[in-house]
Structures are given as structure tokens and as C-alpha cells.
T-cell receptor
Framework: RKEVEQDPGPFNVPEGATVAFNCTYSNSASQSFFWYRQDCRKEPKLLMSVYSSGNEDGRFTAQLNRASQYISLLIRDSKLSDSATYLCVVKGGDDKIIFGKGTRLHILP | EAQVTQNPRYLITVTGKKLTVTCSQNMNHEYMSWYRQDPGLGLRQIYYSMNVEVTDKGDVPEGYKVSRKEKRNFPLILESPSPNQTSLYFC???????????????FGNGTRLTVT
């Protein structure tokens, strides 16, 4: 099992729809989890941290499921500007920071 | 403005010609790191530094060198570049432990390197 796995997509979603994607991680000792957003050929930028109790930031909701070892990102009322690649980031038990390969999201007008 | 600055943005070079990609941050961050990003392989860490004069290998350090003589600068050195080092490179920094929720990674704009 890969350390951090994401469905590469692409997810093609109509504007205004709700979309969710997951990221699974293999190391049960992982402590910290993040979602980053990366636009084509640009640098990754932090979207949100993922807290144990789940957290929300506007249209974005992040959840952590330690028992099943996955994190999720939910985007409500999707906008054209949400089109990007979403990277799952996990801090492993050995202090390594591991990036998933990303999930591509295309919001369709 | 708080930022991580990489130079150059684009570089085309030939096999074996030594090159340096500079990285500088103005946020007084202790932690700095270099990544390469290739299609289908995602971001892979090359080297990282927890503080001045402290550097460690990441997942793909072969063919690269780094130095951390000053807190703000973390140059990436390719002593003898080869075509398999053609890639998109990112420098990143954060305060203290990058896993902390209060210290996310800040990335530079990237350097697209082509080695022929």
C-alpha cells in the first residue's frame, strides 16, 4: 500500500455542485494532515489543515477518519475558480512530510 | 511581503554543466526544503534543513547538494546535471516543525529546469 494515495481524477463537476474526494494513508502513527491546492504549473498553497474533529472553512469541509486512515475534502457550491489539483499531505510517524500525487478537479460552466 | 523567492524561473542547460538554483525566504523560517515534481510522480523531497548548518537527505537526494549557511538562503546545487534531472523544482519554508498546524509550508514560484 502506498504511503499516501489519492484518486488522480480528473473529476469533472458542473458549477454549483458538491464534490468530495478522499485520501488514504498507510502509517497509523501519522499525526498531521493538510490539504493543499495547486494550480497548473504553479506552486502548491495551503488550503486547510485537517483537525481530528473535522473543520470547515467557508465552502470547504475537511474530515479525518483515523480508524479507516483517510482524510476527505468536501467542496460545496463549486465555483469555476475551484478548478485545480488538490494535494493531500500527511506527516508520517518518522517526521517525514508526504505529499499525495493529487486529485485533479475541473469545474464545468 | 512575506515570500519565498526562487531563481531562475526557467533554466535550460547541458549535461555536466554545474548550476545553482537559489532560494531565499524573508519570513525568518527555520525549516527549508527542496522538492521536485514530475508527471505521475507528484512532489518528492530532495533535501531539507531544520536550521542553519543542518541539512538532511529527503527521498531523492542523488545528484543534488544543498547548503544552509544563512537562515534565509537554501541554494540547490547540481554539480553535474543529467537529463533525468529535468523537472519542476520547488523550494519551501516554514517556521519550526512544518507539521504544526500553525506553520504550513510556503512555496516558491518554482524553477523549470531542462537538461539536454
Amino acid at each position: 500500500r502506498k504511503e499516501v494515495e489519492q484518486d488522480p481524477g480528473p473529476f469533472n463537476v458542473p458549477e454549483g455542485a458538491t464534490v468530495a474526494f478522499n485520501c488514504t494513508y498507510s502509517n497509523s502513527a501519522s499525526q498531521s494532515f493538510f490539504w493543499y491546492r495547486q494550480d497548473c504549473r504553479k506552486e502548491p498553497k495551503l488550503l486547510m489543515s485537517v483537525y481530528s474533529s473535522g473543520n470547515e472553512d467557508g465552502r470547504f469541509t475537511a474530515q479525518l477518519n483515523r480508524a479507516s486512515q483517510y482524510i476527505s475534502l468536501l467542496i460545496r457550491d463549486s465555483k469555476l475558480s475551484d478548478s485545480a489539483t488538490y494535494l493531500c499531505v500527511v506527516k508520517g510517524g518518522d517526521d517525514k512530510i508526504i505529499f499525495g500525487k493529487g486529485t485533479r478537479l475541473h469545474i464545468l460552466p | 511581503e512575506a515570500q519565498v523567492t526562487q531563481n531562475p524561473r526557467y533554466l535550460i542547460t547541458v549535461t555536466g554543466k554545474k548550476l545553482t538554483v537559489t532560494c531565499s525566504q524573508n519570513m525568518n523560517h527555520e525549516y527549508m526544503s527542496w522538492y521536485r515534481q514530475d508527471p505521475g510522480l507528484g512532489l518528492r523531497q530532495i533535501y531539507y534543513s531544520m536550521n542553519v548548518e543542518v541539512t538532511d537527505k529527503g527521498d531523492v537526494p542523488e545528484g543534488y547538494k544543498v547548503s544552509r549557511k544563512e537562515k534565509r538562503n537554501f541554494p540547490l546545487i547540481l554539480e553535474s546535471p543529467s537529463p533525468n534531472q529535468t523537472s519542476l523544482y520547488f523550494c519551501a519554508s516554514s517556521s519550526n516543525d512544518p507539521s504544526s498546524y500553525n506553520s504550513p509550508l510556503h512555496f516558491g514560484n518554482g524553477t523549470r529546469l531542462t537538461v539536454t
